[in-house]
């Protein structure tokens, strides 16, 4: 597939950082009793495991770029001959994973792969986790770098920032009122890029963009819904919504598409080609952009299965290999990159079904 060529990129070490500081090498098994320790040396020899329990524990189930990544990761833990476990929430609050967590140090899982509702609520859950010796791969949404091995993101949060605003940009003409439909307030991706678009935002080249507000759907279709029309309602001489979450972007395309703000009011943020399809087709929007969510899940279970057979431990500059997506190298802080995201229009979206 298309999308392929930029996974080239994807062992680029972040040129910046959420926070300096040590990485996960210095702080991975670090007063938890677990068998990791600081002193721990990577073998790249080392043969992959079989066998391997590793569970995903998405923000909720039903959430339709979660299952995208899941199933991604479903198809790398069978070809590591693992035995794949899925568990959720149905609701994306902060406190909703612990139960499982807990549940799944119980059941001896070698590796838990979470996408994290809040940073820190799941914490000592996962350093308990970590103490009875299981490997947190955190994907999509990362925890505190204290209570997990390694950090899939998608792209660099600067990378992510940078597009969103760029193309908000391009479709309002580089002037004019943009806002913000972001999932929950506490959403960790969601508030880096945030950060980030305001940065861009605040440069000499985007004065004349005026970010009015931020608006929160909760990854709820009918809550984004109404949060789009209430920004339509509230600011009439909006131009852009940025939508940085693939729920959200939906329900704006849908209200739009019905309305009479449709070809007035450009929609953009990070959706799914296979969801946004019949929008760009019918001109409601322009562009849109994200990576492919599958191998995020795809690369994390390879990221587990190198950790839990002692490839890698998670310090800056190991490298992996992860099936079909070649080789990775890990950044700062543990985190590994997938690659930057492609940018989706009329002229490519028919090149991608996901």
């Not at 994290?116 to 770098?145: E, H, M, W, Y």
């Not at 920004?231 to 729920?247: A, D, E, G, H, R």
């Not at 952009?289 to 998670?314: C, E, F, K, V």
Request: hydrophobic share 40%; proline share 5%; with cysteine.
């Amino acid at each position: 597939m298309s999308h392929r060529k930029h996974l080239a990129l994807a062992v680029a070490v972040l040129a910046l950082t959420a926070c300096g500081g040590t990485t996960k090498s210095s702080t991975a098994g670090q007063n938890t009793g677990a068998p990791q320790s600081t002193a721990a040396k990577a073998d790249p020899n080392a043969p992959l495991k079989q066998g391997l329990k590793i569970a995903y524990l998405p923000k909720q189930l039903n959430n339709p770029y979660s299952d995208v990544e899941v199933g991604g990761g479903k198809t790398a833990v069978g070809e590591l001959k693992g035995e794949y476990k899925l568990v959720g929430p149905n609701d994306a609050s902060a406190s909703s994973q612990v139960s499982y967590i807990n549940t799944l140090i119980q059941q001896q899982q070698n590796v838990i792969v979470v996408a994290a509702n809040d940073p820190n609520a799941v914490c000592p859950s996962l350093n308990q986790a970590r103490k009875a010796g299981i490997k947190v791969i955190t994907f999509d949404s990362d925890a505190s770098k204290t209570c997990r091995d390694a950090f899939i993101n998608q792209a660099t949060t600067q990378g992510i920032g940078e597009s969103l605003v760029k193309m908000a940009s391009e479709l309002a003409g580089g002037s004019g009122e943009i806002a913000v439909l972001s999932a929950t307030p506490n959403a960790t991706n969601q508030n880096s890029w945030i950060e980030v678009m305001k940065t861009e935002l605040a440069k000499p080249e985007n004065a004349k963009l005026k970010l009015v507000k931020i608006a929160y759907g909760n990854d709820d279709d009918q809550k984004s819904f109404t949060e789009a029309q209430g920004l339509l309602q509230s600011y009439p001489n909006l131009k852009v919504i940025v939508s940085p979450t693939t729920v959200g972007i939906a329900a704006a395309s849908r209200y739009v598409s019905a309305s009479s703000y449709k070809g007035k009011v450009a929609i953009t943020g990070l959706g799914l080609p296979n969801q946004m399809r019949q929008y760009v087709k019918d001109g409601t929007v322009k562009k849109f952009a994200l990576w492919n969510p599958a191998d995020i899940g795809y690369l994390a279970a390879y990221a587990g299965a190198a950790m839990s057979s002692g490839q890698i431990t998670g310090a800056q500059g190991e490298k992996f290999k992860a099936g079909k997506l070649g080789e990775y190298t890990i950044g700062a802080d543990g985190e590994i990159v997938l690659g930057p995201p492609t940018e989706f229009t009329a002229a490519n979206i028919d090149k991608f079904n996901f």
